[in-house]
T-cell receptor, first 112, second 114 residues
């Protein structure tokens, strides 16, 4: 069966520090991968999605970037965090020919 | 373009009462529709989905939703609320566009009053 892992679960970082959140999927190949941000009291905002290795689409201009160095690995990064980057970050995957997105447990990021 | 509107960001019901969470969508093609539930500090879990066929779909935990094309709606219901149903609920729409994207509503927070 397929599983998705996200880490860390929680993270507290100072303003201006770098960020690296990692997401990996097991049990499937060539998945579509997604990064979402959920700000307090708000819905899900799609940040990036990827349909293959090295292929990244950005939905909104921001202080973040994403990379997909391997088929089942999706990384969310920042060189310098801003206060506004605080939120709950969710990784998700979807099989290209399927129609359900499966979510990781999320990372709670607090930028202080 | 597709979009989802969830009416009511907060809904409160008494334990044992009917749960009704509203979702309307906009789509230029036949949509795939989903409801997800999110418990505090957790990821999203699929409740149910509509793709084709029967318009009344049943999901986990006693929830069901009905696809009404004429009303462009996909409301979520449960006959009798339990305390454990308290969570955030998201409606989403998708199609088979190139990015295989989902479009989520802003969510409805359900409170169950004992």
């Amino acid at each position: 069966s397929q599983t998705i892992h996200q880490w860390p679960a929680t993270l507290v970082q100072p303003v201006g520090s770098p960020l690296s959140l990692e997401c990996t999927v097991e049990g499937t190949s060539n998945p579509n991968l997604y990064w979402y941000r959920q700000a307090a009291g708000r819905g899900l905002q799609l940040l990036f999605y990827s349909v293959g290795i090295g292929q990244i689409s950005s939905e909104v201009p921001q202080n973040l970037s994403a990379s997909r160095p391997q088929d089942r690995q999706f990384i969310l990064s920042s060189k310098k965090l801003l206060l506004s980057d605080s939120g709950f970050y969710l990784c998700a995957w979807r099989q290209g020919a399927g129609n359900i997105q499966y979510f990781g447990a999320g990372t709670r990021l607090s930028v202080l | 373009a597709q979009s989802v509107t969830q009416l009511g960001s907060h809904v409160s019901v008494s334990e044992g009462a009917l749960v009704l969470l509203r979702c309307n969508y906009s789509s230029s093609v036949p949509p795939y529709l989903f409801w997800y539930v999110q418990y505090p500090n957790q990821g999203l879990q699929l409740l149910l989905k509509y793709t084709t066929g029967a318009t009344l779909v049943k999901g986990i935990n006693g929830f069901e939703a009905e696809f009404k094309k004429s009303e462009t709606s996909f409301h979520l219901t449960k006959p009798s609320a339990h305390m454990s149903d308290a969570a955030e609920y998201f409606c989403a729409v998708s199609d088979f566009s190139g990015g295989n994207q989902f479009y989520f509503g802003t969510g409805t927070s359900l409170t169950v009053i004992p």
